[in-house]
């Protein structure tokens, strides 16, 4: 199918490495963010959350740092594999707001094999 | 099935034309969002819905859109005199918290709309 990443920051990592993809956010009134990971011609698929009440949540191979100070989020995926090859979607919103997401620029995450 | 499922997964409509695309939610999720995503973009949000009341309608881009719910399960998004700017995947999310609470959102695979 047509490739989501088009246009799209690339990440190359080889198999096996660390990847460390970063998101600024804009709303200083955000109080939870979500990563998505999204395959060409899927939808976004839900990776990890965290609210603001914290700085780092970990997941299985995943973790996401907040930095409220910067407006700052990143997630980390440990060993990375062919599979995590995809666009990776950080997202906002805040509490009250009726959980409507902004979405950032994507980042397509290439694994060297 | 068990996810958000949409329909059709493709359509190709000339210029002018009317098109309607359908949402069935995860089962028992309060609310539905509809996002346009445009290719190589983040997806874009265009209205939601708690049960059948619409709450916000401010993404969509012009009065040739419209969103339904009647029943507060399945949501049609209709695109009248559709326009070549209208070419994008459309994407339907649910989740079982209501307004006023944040959640995990889940998505569909999207409907890919292509006018001619």
């Known amino acids: 199918g047509e490739s989501v990443g088009l246009h799209l920051p690339t990440l190359s990592v080889q198999e096996g490495d660390n990847s460390i993809i970063n998101c600024a956010y804009s709303?200083?009134?955000?109080?939870?963010f979500i990563w998505y990971k999204q395959e060409s011609g899927k939808g976004p698929q839900f990776i990890i959350d965290?609210?603001?009440?914290?700085d780092k949540r970990q997941g299985q191979r995943v973790t996401v740092l907040l930095n409220k100070t910067v407006k700052h989020l990143s997630l980390q995926i440990a060993a990375t594999q062919p599979g995590d090859s995809a666009v990776y979607f950080c997202?906002?919103?805040?509490?009250?707001?009726?959980?409507?997401?902004?979405f950032g620029t994507g980042t397509q995450l290439k694994v060297e094999l | 099935g068990a996810g958000v499922s949409q329909s059709p997964r493709y359509k190709v409509a000339k210029r002018g034309q009317d098109v309607a695309l359908r949402c069935d939610p995860i089962?028992?999720?309060?609310?539905l969002f509809w996002y346009q995503q445009a290719l190589g973009q983040g997806p874009e949000f265009l209205t939601y819905?708690?049960?059948?009341?619409?709450?916000?309608k401010s993404g969509l881009p012009s009065d040739r859109f419209f969103a339904e719910r009647p029943e507060g399960s399945v949501s049609t998004l209709k695109i009248q005199r559709t326009q070549q700017e209208d070419s994008a995947v459309y994407l339907c999310?649910?989740?079982?918290?209501?307004?006023?609470?944040?959640?995990?959102?889940?998505f569909g695979e999207g409907s890919r709309l292509t006018v001619l």
């Open positions: 999310a649910s989740t079982r918290q209501g307004a006023g609470n944040t959640g995990e959102l889940f």
């Open positions: 709303n200083s009134a955000s109080d939870y």
């Open positions: 965290i609210r603001s009440n914290m």
């Open positions: 997202a906002e919103t805040f509490t009250g707001g009726g959980n409507k997401l902004t």
């Open positions: 089962s028992g999720h309060v609310s």
């Open positions: 819905f708690q049960n059948e009341a619409q709450l916000d």
